[in-house]
């Protein structure tokens, strides 16, 4: 498999656009996130310059393999005037509270973009491994933003990978959020398989339990305080099984950092070990793998986070303390503008790992699961 010995070196996809650029002063997304996993990663010696690679900006011609152009037009002149339109606002829902318009509002969103279609190339070539934390916008549609998303670098991804001759693709996604933009895409489409894992009642309100998308989707919406006893029965009875049975050729994985407990933007209570595990365990089951980032509004825990999956894909140790130039990273991150609810817990600043959250299982998760497993024709789970 990919992480074993011999397999090529996983490739890490980053940029600089990420670290002064926000959406504004009071937008969930003003805070670094990118930026932090890849100096974490720096100082901890997990990022050497041969395991690198500069995103690329997507090129407006290369987004019309799934976004309309007349919107990736308008989206380059939202960027050059600072400013759009009513008529733009009402057609593409750019310069909304949750889609401002801001000083790289193409350029941001292009890199991205850019990134998880170089991963993709990439993989397009041969067997490995290829992290883009800055990907998994899942939200964006063709012809408008949504969700904080202004394109939809999964699709893209996904596209890209047929454009290099792979077929079935499967695209596993545990954000918070369920990922309706790439369920529009893939509608139907009997050559990818999407299972998302993602709180219930919540935005964007879509990814019911019968919600198949003609039959692409698998769907397990979870209830509030979801732990990490749930999340592995979740790993272990439904994601490996489900992702296994369809046999991909390639495995996007959308690793939102938003189900931890500290995040602002979901009522989950996973510790980030959780994450970690899927990351580990999905690695088995094709030897072409592309992990993406997605949501994660704690700037302390996406950092965290997002560089133990870059440990996780190398086979690093992570350590019980982090060393000086690492805890530096973190105690320099601020929360601007936030009226924090409590002052951040000392581990925050001081280790990678979360302290275990286990809890129990309770019925309305395992029968969801048994629910899933039956329409798939998968044998009980032991």
Not at 30 to 46: E, N
Not at 76 to 94: D, K
Not at 219 to 237: F, K, Q, S, Y
């Amino acid at each position: 498999m990919s992480l074993a010995t011999g397999a090529p070196a996983p490739v890490f996809i980053g940029a600089e656009i990420y670290r002064n650029s926000t959406y504004g002063g009071w937008h969930p997304l003003r805070i670094p996130r990118v930026s932090t996993a890849m100096d974490l990663s720096k100082a901890l010696g997990w990022l050497p310059r041969a395991q690198f690679r500069v995103s690329p900006r997507a090129k407006p011609a290369a987004l019309h393999l799934w976004h309309d152009p007349a919107y990736v037009d308008a989206l380059v002149a939202a960027e050059a005037a600072g400013e759009v339109s009513a008529e733009i606002r009402q057609r593409h829902n750019l310069g909304t509270p949750s889609n401002p318009v801001f000083p790289e509002v193409y350029r941001r969103p292009a890199t991205a973009a850019g990134g998880s279609m170089l991963a993709a190339s990439i993989l397009g070539t041969g067997p490995g491994v290829v992290y883009h934390p800055a990907g998994g916008t899942h939200h964006g549609l063709p012809d408008r933003a949504n969700g904080f998303c202004y394109l939809n670098d999964p699709v893209l991804a996904i596209l890209s990978l047929r454009q290099a001759g792979l077929r079935r693709i499967a695209y596993v996604d545990i954000d918070a959020h369920h990922c309706d933009g790439v369920a529009v895409a893939f509608r139907g489409d009997p050559e990818v398989l999407m299972l998302s894992v993602h709180e219930e009642k919540r935005w964007p309100f879509t990814g019911g339990l019968d919600e198949t998308e003609e039959g692409a989707a698998v769907n397990l919406p979870v209830p509030r305080e979801l732990n990490d006893t749930e999340m592995a029965a979740i790993r272990e009875d439904l994601i490996l099984p489900v992702v296994a049975a369809f046999g991909p050729e390639a495995i996007v994985l959308q690793c939102g950092a938003d189900a931890v407990e500290e995040d602002p933007l979901s009522r989950l209570a996973l510790s980030n070990n959780a994450h970690w595990a899927v990351v580990r365990a999905l690695a088995d089951l094709s030897d072409r793998y592309l992990v993406l980032g997605g949501g994660g509004y704690n700037p302390w825990t996406v950092g965290r986070l997002w560089a133990g999956v870059w440990a996780t894909l190398n086979g690093h140790e992570i350590p019980d303390d982090l060393p000086a130039e690492a805890e530096a990273v973190q105690r320099n991150l601020s929360w601007a503008g936030t009226k924090m609810r409590r002052v951040p817990e000392e581990a925050l600043f001081t280790t990678l790992r979360d302290a275990p959250r286990p809890g129990p299982l309770r019925p309305e998760i395992t029968e969801r699961i048994a629910y899933l497993r039956a329409r798939r024709l998968l044998p009980r789970a032991v």
